[in-house]
């Protein structure tokens, strides 16, 4: 029978536990991801009373899960996307379109959010995805210029130049709170959900097409891989989750305008960043780089943001540099290296 | 199932009908026709340049023919995309190894494997079945950028038969490897073959060329130039002359 298949070999293969093959799956993944989110639970309950460091750590986190969506096609499928805040401006927009006009809790408009982003990324992606490297990522950082005239334009989606603000009423069902815990635990919540979704793919085999792709393109379609749907696939789920970290951004500031949704720095290029300074294509990379990049540049713009504006470019620059010079891939990267040569060492 | 069987001995299981492919002014694959049976292990010889690789692209459709048909079993695949054609069952490898330097080198043959099985067990177990057929095995939880050249071959090898495929296409996997190695490969290919995989070989080595092939074609200016058995190919002027006149091998 199996001789008349006229296939390599066809046989059921005896199966065994994962680990014994050197291969992490999804469940040794899941709880190294709760005990990560425990490490900041433990955190945030440290500095319970304190207004200050809870505004910074909502924001650490947001910008953590932002980097982490990215990190699923920036990362995993290696498409340096910098026009990423499209579809966080998107999700901005779509929830305080449905809460201000509809009514609609902002709990409940993430999803239309997530969809519509997910539909244009797919939409933009198509032709930009033949073009390679830098190309691609030129290509979407005029993508993010392109919106940006358009979110001016369309006054009455954007509120143009003076943006949208969102009034103060307070309650769980409008997302607005009176405390910064509560926007900390969200934000911590939107960050563990992105962790989650990250871990499932990369722990998959979307996962390991999709790195597949980034190695080699070649090689991943002669093995049968659909390298455009893939790539189609890993950037829809990276937009959805970026869209809804936009809607929890907008209920957060409740002020927004198309240049701050929509900055090439403070978000496109910012989750990048973040992702490469803490390991891209690493799982916890974007969360630890999150960890580093956003509460030094919180505190450098209190101290010294009013006399040298700009110097937190200047020191998440350096930072960068430094990244690329000694760790060459990330925070994650370094301490992978560091507790494989304890385990050998244990070893011999 | 019987009427597989039955097909499969009277429609060849790739056929290639008047075959070119032009870069700009440049005929690198003129006009070749061949059909393969299921079953069969053919070599494809010929000088450097002779359009061997260019042929191998056209039949696993990393390149479009500028003209001529291909078929596999019996239906017309031309306007299959790569990843189509190793779905219906095409696994090859690439004259210049392309490992996915980011994977240990089981996950490098998970790769392939992923094409038979969703979950991670399955194809994992599937992935190290195929390293043990090249005997890589031992080297499954290294890095694949740490492998030496043959290793990173036979690696090749390895992730193409994890697709189970119906035709394995090798371009000059025995390049680089040692004796005790190309020993290997020759057994690996004829086991494989003896349980009905099919298999089209590029090699330059004409030892190895004896060694297995059932037909032997040859390649010469984009021009098919002869076709038979080793012994017969080997022997004709033409292909002597063709080889001693082009690259001096
Ligand atoms: N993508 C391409 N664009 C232009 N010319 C090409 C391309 N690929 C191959 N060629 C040319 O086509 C001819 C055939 O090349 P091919 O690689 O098929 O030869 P080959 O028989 O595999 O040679 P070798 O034994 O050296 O591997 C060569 O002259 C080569 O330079
Ligand atoms: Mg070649």
Redesign the interface.
């Known amino acids: 029978m199996?001789?008349?298949?006229?296939?390599?070999?066809?046989g059921a293969?005896?199966?065994?536990?994962?680990s014994n093959?050197?291969?992490v799956?999804?469940r040794v993944e899941l709880l190294r991801l709760i005990v990560a989110m425990a490490i900041l639970g433990l955190i945030v309950a440290f500095y319970l009373g304190d207004t200050f460091t809870l505004n910074i750590l909502a924001t650490t986190f947001l910008f953590a899960g932002l980097a982490t969506a990215w990190n699923i096609i920036g990362g995993l499928g290696g498409q340096f996307s910098l026009g990423h805040s499209v579809f966080f401006a998107i999700g901005a927009y779509v929830t305080a379109g449905f809460y201000m006009r509809l009514g609609v809790s902002p709990w409940f408009a993430l999803a239309p959010a997530a969809v519509l982003a997910a539909i244009v990324s797919a939409l933009v992606s198509f032709p930009v995805f033949r073009l390679r490297g830098p190309f691609f990522a030129i290509a979407t950082m005029a993508l993010t210029e392109v919106v940006l005239s358009l979110a001016l334009y369309f006054e009455s989606v954007t509120g143009g130049a003076r943006g949208i603000s969102v009034p103060f009423r307070r309650g769980f069902a409008n997302m607005i709170f009176t405390d910064r815990l509560s926007y900390a635990l969200l934000m911590m919540g939107f960050l563990a959900i992105t962790l989650l979704v990250l871990a499932y793919i990369a722990?998959?085999?979307l996962g390991?097409?999709l790195?597949?792709i980034?190695?080699?393109d070649?090689?991943?379609?002669?093995?049968?891989?659909?390298?455009v749907r893939t790539k189609l696939i890993g950037m829809a789920i990276s937009a959805a989750l970026m869209a809804i970290g936009g809607g929890l951004y907008m209920m957060y500031v409740r002020v927004a305008d198309p240049p701050t949704l929509l900055s090439l720095f403070d978000i496109g290029v910012k989750v990048a960043l973040i992702t490469l300074i803490g390991g891209i294509?690493t799982i916890y990379g974007p969360l630890l780089g999150a960890l580093l990049v956003v509460p030094l540049e919180s505190m450098l713009r209190a101290t010294l943001g009013g006399v040298f504006p700009g110097s937190n470019l200047v020191v998440l620059g350096i930072i960068l540099i430094l990244t690329a010079l000694y760790l060459r891939k990330g925070i994650a990267g370094a301490a992978e290296g560091i507790y494989t040569r304890i385990r050998k060492g244990r070893r011999t | 199932m019987n009427m597989n069987v039955a097909n499969s001995s009277t429609t060849p299981l790739i056929e290639l009908d008047r075959v070119s492919k032009r870069f700009g002014g440049l005929q690198a694959v003129a006009d070749v026709s061949f059909s393969m049976r299921s079953g069969e292990i053919v070599s494809l010889i010929g000088p450097n340049g002779a359009g061997k690789t260019t042929l191998f692209n056209l039949i696993t459709g990393q390149l479009q023919p500028s003209e001529g048909v291909l078929s596999f079993e019996g239906r017309e695949i031309g306007n299959l995309k790569p990843h189509q054609r190793a779905r219906i069952g095409f696994g090859r490898t690439f004259q210049i190894s392309q490992t996915l330097t980011s994977m240990s080198v089981l996950e490098n043959a998970m790769i392939g494997a992923f094409l038979q099985e969703k979950e991670l067990a399955a194809a994992a177990a599937r992935a190290q079945h195929a390293l043990t057929l090249v005997g890589l095995d031992h080297a499954a939880k290294r890095r694949s950028g740490e492998l030496t050249l043959g290793e990173r071959r036979r690696l090749e090898v390895a992730r193409a038969l994890s697709m189970n495929p119906k035709i394995v296409l090798l371009d000059e996997v025995m390049a680089g490897l040692n004796e005790t190695e190309v020993e290997e490969i020759i057994s690996l290919v004829r086991k494989l073959n003896a349980e009905g995989v099919t298999f089209l070989v590029i090699e330059h080595n004409l030892k190895v060329v004896r060694a297995f092939s059932q037909r032997v074609l040859v390649l010469n200016r984009g021009q098919l130039l002869a076709e038979g058995t080793a012994d017969d190919v080997l022997a004709n002027p033409d292909v002597i002359e063709a080889y001693l006149g082009r690259s001096g091998q």
């Open positions: 199996t001789a008349a298949s006229g296939r390599a070999f066809d293969a005896p199966s065994r536990s994962l093959y050197g291969v799956g999804f722990r998959s085999r390991y097409e790195r597949a980034r190695d080699n070649r090689t991943a379609e002669a093995a049968g891989i659909n390298v294509g």
